[in-house]
């Protein structure tokens, strides 16, 4: 038996047999811990280091720095925060000599060959400590370049978010580099210190942060966006602190006809530009400030002053902005005639229609800071990935991956079965948080190279990176409808059935050149599209997709089903023309667990219905014999030596119970007491008396040896893996139980 937690310390001791009560310990202990931190808003430079498809960051300093001569050095510096200690894999790719530093230690430099040829690539890995991490690039310039490409590997799922040094740019986003000069001057023994004025190194630093007096003294739209050729106009968004001094006054000046709103209600309209003083008759609290303008013969933009009772007001940033001093958000330009309400134009989760200056249709625009080439971008900046797959401490708010759409299903429906709308809510606002911006995020990626949120769905190149958390957003909407979650799951399925990749008789699986699990086809994956699929059809009525889904399982049975067990392999690896014939726990409890959401909804009288129902019978029947004294089921489910994992324990009570409730199980009584001895296991040695959630192993990989899963995939506390699906496992137990008390076996 594998022991995690001291029997005096297990919820099972606390709680007994009181299901509520551990559902509503895991709930809380979750949301307790995972508060709803929202992105982080930072000023960004369009003239810094973007990123390319695969997430690097392009540090070609030939086109950056084109006066650099020949032997020059230049340097690219920047700051990476860590919640805990966390290991990632980066890639670089130099175009020239490169050295790389972090913490003032020389990490990696090139050799001759990988500086001349043009297609190195160099995996560098990269230990951060938490706290501030400092990264440090020097590059020369030779006629084989100047420069390098570098970021994390797989971007999109180990995040690596960089922000600028020195005190000038503090919180804003990106890195600096420096200008060229003739010999090195950072290594390490000598380094530039972060924390002090740029200045004080005595390198001219970019991108620039700072407008010549030249632009400072033109009108600050004209100054953002140019000199309109047409008429166009453009929005400024400040906020109004609390005032409590009475009445306000506005004065200022405007360059073209205007309109002010506090709060979405027009106070100000002015019909031509010139300057204004303006008196309101009643006291207005703080509000959300905004200014409406167009252009005239002498400029674009305008200038605000408030003050009440005689005093001048100190005007704030709407939203709080990161590396940014000033108080006004600025978009434009948009149509001249462009009728969008007030309220509408003052949020960061929605773009706004532009058009250029000469007043045509030129797609949508953003919020600008009043800096050179600078704008407002959010970030997801909570919980981040290692290389081993767990997140550390801090809060998963925010993130769209597929543990965490486990998460968000296992919230819904505890909340339903304890009664808890707050916990509904909470699993609302973080589905939510990533579908408001699921345009803006499309938009960032087009305009960056490399989206800054919702990575894994703007960038979905797999079922890992939309099946999960798609289907607890359709969840969300089945219970709180949603107008964003349909138009979403409409690309999540036009993914999977139009462009996934799939064998010649139309199975799923995974094809990635030079990837290690390129042509295999994984257990995993009838989650990442089954579930997924199942309720799409319910939300849209369009039957075929569950047909779909049904396929799937029939035609993954016949490469991964295991007969002579009645268990699954984990993966076919079509590279070698075979199953790994290694029955990962987790990789059979994703089968089931899924198998058992789509009998659910499948029509009586659907033709593999019956298939379908022999696959989860043979199914459950093989993974039962296997189940150990103490109710948990091992990593490797036919391994004695294997230690025992709590979330494919979870998934096998929760399809369980379901087979019993739902009567796809014959044999009643021994899956009903499977399941209570999986659930008892979990509550005595997996869930503790703070609901922390133990035994849990950390995301896989696949091997052909079992030695893999039992030695080297360990188990982490708290992993998002197992917490979403202790919470499911708990609510089919209750219901099994409230339908065992209703004399359903004595029917």
Known sequence: MTVYIDSRNSARYAFGDDGQQILNLLARRYVGANPPIPF??????????LQNEEGLYDMDLSVKLPQAAHGDYAYVYGLVWSDNERSIDCNLEPIGPIR??????LLFRTSAVEEMDPDARVVVPMLFSPGWNRILIEARRTPAGFGCRFGADEAKVRILNVLAPFASREGSAGWVYSEPVKAPRYGVDAWPDEQQEEAATGLNWLPRTNWTDDEAAVPNLERLYGRPEARVAGYGWARLPITGAGPLVLEGRVFGPASVWIDGELVLSLSEAGTFRQSLTRSIGSGHLLVRTENGPQGWGFELNVSAGGKPIVLEQPVHVHGYGGAWLYAGPVAANGEVSASAVCQTSELLPCVDLNGRSAGYTYWSLDAPDTRLRPFYENAMLSNKWTTGTATNFGRWDYPLGVTMYGLLRTSQAIGSDELSEYALSHIRSCTDMYDYALWDKAEYGFPSINHQLVLMKMLDNCGSFGSAMLEAH??????????????????????????EDGAFFRLSEGEYFDKTMWADDLYMSGPFLTRYAIVSGKQEVMDEAARQFLLYRGYLFMEDQQIMSHVHDFKYGQATRVPWGRGNGWVLFSLSELLEHLPKDHENREALLDFFQSMCDGVARLQSDSGLWRQVLNEPEAYEEASCTAMFAYAFARGVRFGWLDDEARFTESAHKAWRGLTSVAIDRSGNVHGVCSGSRYSFSPDYYMYDLRTVVNDNHGIGIMMLAGVEVSLLKSWLGNGALTK
């Not at 982080?40 to 280091?49: D, I, L």
């Not at 790389?100 to 230690?105: A, E, F, S, T, V």
């Open 40 to 49: 982080a808003h930072r000023a960004f430079s369009r003239q810094g280091m």
């Open 100 to 105: 790389l530093y972090m913490n003032d230690q």
């Open 478 to 503: 089945l219970r709180a409808g949603d107008d964003n979650f349909p138009r979403i799951a409409d690309t999540i399925v036009d993914f999977m059935l139009k462009r996934l990749e799939r064998k």
